[in-house]
């Protein structure tokens, strides 16, 4: 089981940036596929964005796309999401998971405690 420490949440006004991270713990995260969701009170957890594990190739949800951008460095066992020109609608928790298909949200687990993202008007 990957174990997973993030870092990079916090409060931001509209128009803002944050860059959150996610370290791994195991020898395994640079075979992996990772990914960031969210999740929003009384929401289920969504796919924002998923990288391949040399990547080389990222995917966003349509709602922020052009805004955030999925980064990974193997090396440091870590996967970045930089987010900018942030939208209240952007509050939630986010979570990083390994998945084992990057183009399938649905093959991603293991989501540690996450990190709290608010994001005032």
């Known amino acids: 089981q990957m174990q997973l420490v993030y870092s990079g949440g916090g409060l931001v006004q509209a128009g803002g940036s944050l860059r959150l991270s996610c370290a791994a713990s195991?020898?395994?995260?640079?075979?992996?596929?990772m990914g960031w969701f969210r999740q929003a009170p009384g929401k289920e957890r969504e796919f924002v964005a998923t990288?391949?594990?040399?990547?080389?190739?990222?995917y966003y949800a349509d709602s922020v796309k052009g805004r955030f951008t999925i980064s990974r460095d193997n090396a440091k066992n870590t996967v970045y999401l930089q987010m900018n020109n942030l939208k209240p609608e952007d509050t939630a928790v986010y979570y990083c998971?390994?998945?084992?298909?990057?183009?399938?949200?649905?093959?991603?687990?293991?989501w540690g405690q996450g990190t709290q993202v608010t994001v005032s008007s």
């Open positions: 998971g390994a998945g084992v298909v990057a183009g399938d949200p649905s093959s991603f687990g293991s």
């Open positions: 195991g020898r395994t995260f640079s075979s992996h596929p």
């Open positions: 990288i391949t594990w040399s990547g080389t190739t990222t």
